[in-house]
């Protein structure tokens, strides 16, 4: 079973809308967490680390739900540069990150 | 401009074939990683190095060896390609083991 699991999508919205999709994880000793954000044929970008108590950064909310092993990003107000695979990341006590395969979003005009 | 560099971008070998793979990060970072990213599988990490001289396997070595005698530097060797190991591979650092990861722009390897 892989350590984090995402719905690959792909979520198609249009500009404007909201999205939100989750990923889980299976090490109940993860510590931190991340998204990523991967453009076509790009390295992955750091979008924001997710803490306990949820955070936002301008248009994007992360929540963690420790309880049910689950991490949730919000798009609000999509635009057409939000088009990308968000990768979903956990860390455990290990040292290691473990990736998600990502969840594809396009935001059409 | 934090910055992490990779030898090649494309890259085509034969099977037996000896690889190199080069990393340079100029960020000072204590840590490094390899991973390699398939379709569906997402980034499987290969090996990191948490200082020079010292590396530790990640969830698939197998195939691999690598090597950090600089701390800006960290090689990925595969000893005896073979067509499985056709992938992109990426390279990242770190300031802390669990912090931001920052990628190099990968190399796409393909072994014929």
């Known amino acids: 079973r892989k350590e984090v699991e995402q719905d690959p999508g792909p979520f198609n919205v249009p500009e404007g809308a909201t999205v939100a999709f989750n990923c889980t994880y299976s090490?109940?000793?993860?510590?931190?967490f991340f998204w990523y954000r991967q453009d076509c044929r790009k390295e992955p970008k750091l979008l924001m680390s997710?803490?306990?108590s949820g955070n936002e950064d301008g248009r994007f909310t992360a929540q963690l739900n420790r309880a049910s092993q689950y991490i949730s990003l919000l798009i609000r107000d999509s635009k057409l540069s939000d088009s990308a695979t968000y990768l979903c990341v956990s860390g455990s006590n290990d040292y290691k990150l473990s990736f998600g395969a990502g969840t594809t979003v396009t935001v059409r005009a | 401009d934090v910055k992490v560099t990779q030898s090649s971008r494309y890259l085509v070998k034969r099977t037996g074939e000896k690889v190199f793979l080069e990393c340079v990060q100029d960020m000072d970072h204590e840590n490094m990683f390899w991973y390699r990213q398939d379709p569906g599988l997402g980034l499987r990490l290969i090996y990191f190095s948490y200082d020079v001289k010292m590396k530790e396997k990640g969830d698939i070595p197998e195939g691999y060896s690598v090597s950090r005698e600089k701390k800006e530097r960290f090689s990925l060797i595969l000893e005896s390609a073979s067509t499985n190991q056709t992938s992109m591979y990426l390279c990242?650092?770190?300031?802390?083991?669990?912090?931001?990861?920052?990628f190099g722009p990968g190399t796409r390897l393909t072994v014929t």
């Open positions: 090490n109940s000793a993860s510590q931190s």
């Open positions: 990242a650092s770190s300031s802390g083991i669990l912090w931001e990861q920052y």
């Open positions: 997710v803490y306990s």
